[in-house]
């Protein structure tokens, strides 16, 4: 890489060593000694621009668009686009990241997300002239999109967009634009999304925010916690349906959570299930995060908003295991067969013996009871008398007791049907006792 800048071999440093204890400048003589050393140049690139006044606290936000190729763990290249804003006064940042081009949708939820991570909102924002923003200029007349002027009216804030040559109205955000690009996101390897934007969020309280600016020779952060009673309050009951028809969406992660504003929310184990879509629908208010698997559909999750970042906020309950498919089977048998303390001895004798195989055996289990109703109760008996201990031992006592039972009945239907015609031939006594005395009486 050899058009790494000293400030961001700092920031690699800082990140994947925890080197703190060694100056910007020390790394910036030691990068430019290198380059000597080694014939390596940097490639400069040099731009005119003129001295902006700096404005009051809470006036002004300033927002522009990004992209860069960046590497990729599997060693191609992808392009990543990010839109970055900064308040005009305290410099301070916050940026956000898409593997795809920006729809109007995202441009909206992405002032969402800003606001929140500011806690409220600038008086007037300023923005490029970009097509999910403003269709023309109009010698003046501003027209923007059908989707972000609803929005503008709703969050009520002034919009500012700059003129194509005028770039020095947005100067600031055109720096902080550079600054990610270069600093944070120029040769650095891109393996998802999620961890990408966790790495963006955590170089900017690293570094982005951190790093004292060259200008104002102050730390974004420090003057934030200045400006930020500055800020214009933000209604947290903003209901996204109203301005266009997708809803916050986040992945549900295999972990069974969400990432929301750097930090992960769980949702009731289970809701991940392997091949499907594992989309799910927030909403937030000014306390509380609502997760849905349908957009307006049941309540799956609710959780406090967490302050910060890097959190994990989990709902006990969402931890408990759903009924399995062993308990489910355990519990139909049990009410099923007559003799409980009988029951419970089966359940018991078949766990002991085949932890591994339970639910195989209890399957059996439940199939006999389905075909032989009859003889289960006589069949568990007889398994407990024998001392067996395997549901194929239940089985075939159960199908030896209905092939018996089977057996008497074909027995005495084939008797009483061979004989039923004939009938006995009624005799006095006295030929009975003619017999007994030999034939005397005859």
């Avoid at 839109?83 to 916050?94: E, N």
């Avoid at 408990?320 to 029951?343: C, F, N, P, V, Y």
Wanted: glycine share 6%; charged share 25%; hydrophobic share 35%.
């Amino acid at each position: 890489h050899p058009d790494l800048s000293g400030a961001q071999v700092l920031d690699w440093l800082g990140e994947k060593l925890n080197v703190s204890s060694v100056t910007e400048g020390t790394v910036r003589n030691y990068v430019n000694e290198i380059r000597v050393a080694y014939h390596i140049p940097k490639m400069t690139s040099e731009r005119n621009y003129s001295t902006v006044p700096d404005l009051p606290m809470g006036q002004q936000l300033q927002v522009d668009f990004g992209q860069i190729r960046v590497p990729t763990t599997n060693g191609t290249f992808k392009r990543l686009y990010f839109i970055g804003f900064v308040l005009a006064h305290s410099r301070y940042k916050y940026v956000e990241w898409l593997d795809r081009p920006f729809r109007a949708s995202d441009l909206i939820r992405m002032h969402e997300n800003a606001f929140r991570f500011y806690g409220g909102m600038s008086t007037e924002i300023v923005y490029d002239q970009d097509r999910l923003l403003a269709v023309s200029e109009n010698a003046g007349d501003l027209i923007m999109t059908v989707e972000f002027t609803k929005y503008q009216q709703t969050r009520k804030f002034k919009v500012y967009l700059c003129r194509k040559s005028d770039p020095e109205s947005k100067g600031k955000i055109e720096q902080v634009v550079k600054y990610v690009k270069n600093n944070f996101a120029k040769n650095r390897t891109f393996d998802n999304l999620l961890d990408w934007q966790e790495s963006c969020l955590s170089w900017l309280k690293r570094t982005g925010n951190y790093k004292v600016h060259h200008n104002t020779k102050k730390r974004p952060v420090e003057v934030f916690a200045l400006e930020k009673p500055h800020l214009q309050p933000v209604s947290g009951t903003y209901i996204f349906e109203d301005i266009f028809d997708s809803s916050i969406t986040r992945t549900i992660n295999k972990d069974n959570v969400i990432r929301f504003d750097g930090n992960r929310y769980s949702v009731p184990r289970g809701t991940y299930r392997k091949g499907a879509p594992n989309i799910a629908y927030v909403e937030t208010d000014t306390e509380y995060l609502y997760i849905r698997l349908q957009q307006n559909g049941q309540l799956l999750a609710k959780h406090k908003i967490a302050k910060g970042s890097g959190t994990v906020i989990s709902d006990p309950s969402h931890r408990q295991r759903e009924h399995s498919k062993r308990d489910q089977l355990i519990e139909q048998i049990k009410g099923i067969l007559t003799d409980k303390e009988a029951a419970n001895w089966l359940i018991e004798i078949l766990s002991n013996q085949y932890p591994r195989h339970l639910i195989d055996q209890l399957k059996v289990v439940q199939s006999v009871i389905l075909k032989y109703p009859a003889f289960i109760d006589e069949a568990l008996n007889e398994m407990r008398r024998l001392r067996l201990t395997s549901a194929n031992d239940f089985r075939d006592i159960a199908i030896s007791l209905e092939i018996q039972g089977r057996k008497k009945h074909i027995e005495t239907g084939t008797l009483n049907e061979k004989y039923k015609a004939l009938v006995a031939p009624e005799r006095k006594e006295d030929i009975y006792l003619s017999v007994l005395q030999g034939g005397a009486n005859r």
